[in-house]
């Protein structure tokens, strides 16, 4: 060693000062890529790659469509294939969000990465954070494309800082599910279902009484019904307006309104108004409580892309004493909203400019009021454009079976605030399963309802600092 | 698959051939290293490359996404980790996962062994269901029992009279004694055949001479079989409390580490650690926490190999 | 299968009663009618045997036995009660269905090709290097056979997602290489097979050279085919480990087309109450092999286990 060691130490400590300096001026989450930076580079986008490009360009689309979403999508894909000759859509079935996501995030190390993917509302925040894709704004701007169709609700999940960061898809939200016979029978009127969750308890007192069912409402302690409810009745499930406004650090479980809905659950399971069935996701008891007569209960909460399956399960003329209804999610006050749920559309960064470019036509072109009335004809999704609404398809279906328009009316109701269009937090399942827990020391443990609070947002809280800490923010 | 618990015990290397010249040793020389390479390659990139990794990785905070820096903790992390409820928790679990298997497991293979160790007509149709369940899998064994015990349908929940309720692996009192009871059945196969070749090793005129001096069947149990049998009993709770620490297939099957995390064993807690959080150092930390425990047990088995060596000169 | 045992024991006294009884017959009625009740003892004690033995076959074999018969059922049979125990009219298309829909097929034939490449992998490996540390002298053997003792002593489990990392960086990630390549030594097979060689007489080796044969022709004409119980030993216990694997194939591949029977099976737990029977038969399916294999080398099996979990 010629070179003396104190001179080089001295330099190398100086551009370390320097850097730190540079990096504490703005948090992590204003810069370029973080969740409130606004720089938006409509090349990003590369449609003039895509207008350069001489044969077709493949984008290769990681979905999770099922059963006759995944017919309508794959016929879809095929009629966009086959309708022009720049774009080539090739679809990648995935099991599950949770599977596509684990498989997403091992793509980022690996490089297996689609051009199109499919995630769900939860994942917001972690997308932004792995700065694998590109906002869609990017894209808006380049094509000066006019969102003023879409359901506001729809959009707003996925734009932070005023910049759009991906497209809603398929959309559903959770809604009341009810019984109308057994309304009847209680001698309550089946077009006037609860709006209120105190309404809720007193249409359980009088069905249970009437004996038109053994319970009013079949409740699953699922996060996420929780996360609706709390969200209708205007609370934020996490600290710093929703984590909208900056990165959350601490969950809001503990606040008044999400303690009123705690103590509101727990005296319904007291009181056997409701019926607990359990917190296994897979489980969908609260959904047969409907159809059962001696043990069921008259009313659940259920996503609104469930209206489907029930309508096919009941009109099978097999439970002559059911006959659905749906109504908006009762929250504890009237006049809320809620967030979108379900499937958004992302454009990863990965991918090259040409094929971003042709991912957001394919984009475009799901997005047409044609597509999105005959997706919701097909499989029950909530239609993203209101332009959908006036397609002859869908206003026949709709007619024919009215119970199918609530997701999309509940989507329009209630004023834009920050705790009901969507909380943005990096560990979105820790803190879930904080929450399932509690309700499980509740439910089943007969714990205090404000110490099971106390105790998942305590667990909640370890989850969501450790996360951030790990992200550098 | 099992790379664990085999200690090294006493070792003898043969004395080389003395008549061997230079040229011939290096020959040799070249030619063992030549065969030990495969083995000294895929040891070194899997397991001690890892190993050491994993150490190292301990120390650091690792962001959730590649691309994000990680940060140095030093032993903060190990020390955060280590010490939090949640590892306790999963500890606890561990221990007790350990507890309910093994000496049940030995208890119930012994129990058929001595049973089964009787000259009878038909007797190899007797052993040869007792040993059956070694052809099921951990993932058969689970998917037999989940199952069984699916809430609606299920056989054993209807006879345990919990039908309309909550599946037995949702309930945070009974999930893990669930989870336990198949992994004994599981491995009842296993234990039987170990117990059985343990019993054939009990000299027959021993026991004759106890019979001639009257003592009945039990005093005979108590007294001469299994003082004979001791040492391959604690043998076998020593490496099947080895294998009960890397407990993943049923716990991934049957209840995922729910509910209440009441099913979250060390290994289960690292799956998620790497897989759900994306978080490498906690893993890292667990799995630093998994070879000590595993080293721990060696340790005693490596003792009790000592002594049994002593007893068998 | 249960029944037939009891019913053929009162064939075979028990020894010990009848040989007293033998030698204190004179031939007086009382002593005849004390020889008949004796009689009459030893053979409700042999009943008694054989009830415990098949009382304890029964809970043993009962999950696998309700298995067989709900994959021969209806779902609505599965799910009536008082549960059927036993199939009257037997529908065996469940296993067609779980073969076919369920890929049953695929996954059992990617088990073998890994459980095979493994094992094979395992005892060639562990041959060469034991030949090395039990008939070579090079330097750092010692210092290497220690080495390999102590990846003995670090499970798969305390590595298994730096494994995993590893793989994906290799671009081995849904491969047959990530599902063997790891698997390809291990310390136990080198040490098991190193025990065998030892415990040959030295005296074969020199003969051996005196006649000119080198390390290779030694190797495969003497110590190997000397050594085979143990390297049966080693394939068997190895075999079993393969076979059965889960986390590894669990975080390796995601492609359906590398699926081993003991992943497909997490996704048919999964299906619907209305295709029980297929998740029955598909549960079967895979443990057939398995079975096949204790019924067929049962002796072989013992030994095998027996070597790899005391001795080992």
Redesign the interface.
Known sequence: MTRSPRRWSIAAVAALGLLAGALSACSADDRVGGTFDTTVNPADCGIANLERASGPVTVVFWHTMVRSNLDWLVATTKAFNDSQDKVKVVLRQQPNYQDLFTKYKAGLASGDLPDLVQAEETVVQQMIDSRSTIPVQACIDATDYDLSDFLPRGLAYYETGGVQRAMPWAISNPVLFYNRVAFERAGLDPDRPPRTLDEVREMSEQIVKSGAAKYGVALKPAPYIYEYLLAKSGGELVDNGNGRRSRAQHANLTSPTSLAIWNWWNEMLDDDLALDTGSDPNNIDHLLALANETEGAAMTFESSSAIGPIDEVLSSGAFPSVKPGTAPLPALTEGGGVPVGDGALWIPRGSDPARRAAAWMFIEYLSEPAQQASMAVAGGYVPTVKGAVSEPALVEHWKAKPIFRVGYDQLLAGELTDANVGTLVGEYQGLRNAVRDGFVRMNRQGQDPDEAAEQAKAEADIVIQEYNDRVGA | ??????A?GS????T??LR?HRGR?RR??A???L??S???V??T???????G??IW?GLY?????????R?YAAYEQYQQILT?PEFVASLRTTALFLLMTVPTGLALGL??AV??H?R????A????????????????????????L????G?LT?WLGRE?Q??VL???QWALVAVSGVTV?QN?G?SF??M??GLQAVPDDLLEAASVDGAGPWSRLVNVTLPMLSP?LF??AV?GG?LS??A??QI??LTEGG???KTNVL?YA??DA????????K??VL??A??GL??LL?LVQIRLLERRVTYER | MNAEPTSASSEEPATGETALSETASTGTSTVRSRRRRNRTVARLRLAARYLVLTALAVVIFFPIYITVVNSLLQPEQIAARPPTLFPTDPDWSSYSTAWSQGHLGRYLMNSFVVTVLIVAGQVVTSVLAAYAFAFLDFPFRRTLFVFFLATMMIPFEVTFFTNQATIVSLGWYDSYLALTVPFLATGFGAFLIRQSFLALPPQLRDAAELDGAGHWRFLTRVAVPLARPGIAALALFSFFGAFNQYLWPLIVTRDERLRTVQIGLKYLRGSQIDQINVTFAGTILAALPLFVLLIVFQKQLVRGLTAGAVKG
């Open positions: 698959m099992t790379r664990d618990a085999v090294p070792e003898h290397l043969p080389a051939r061997t040793r040799d020389a030619l063992a290293y065969l030990v495969p083995s000294l895929i040891f990139v899997f397991v001690a490359y890892p190993f990794r994993n990785l905070r690792t962001p959730p996404f590649p691309g994000l820096p940060r939090s129990l058929l049973a089964a009787q009878l007509r038909g007797i149709i007797y052993r040869t269901i007792f040993s059956s369940t070694v052809a099921t899998s951990i993932a058969v064994a689970s998917v037999i029992f989940f199952t069984l699916n809430p609606q349908v056989l209807w309309g909550p599946s949702a309930d945070p059945w009842l296993l055949i170990l059985s070749a391959t043998f076998s490496v080895i620490l890397q993943f297939g991934d099957l509910p209440l995390r290994v690292m799956y790497v897989f759900r959080q994306n978080n490498e150092g893993a890292a799995s630093v998994l070879f595993t080293l060696t």
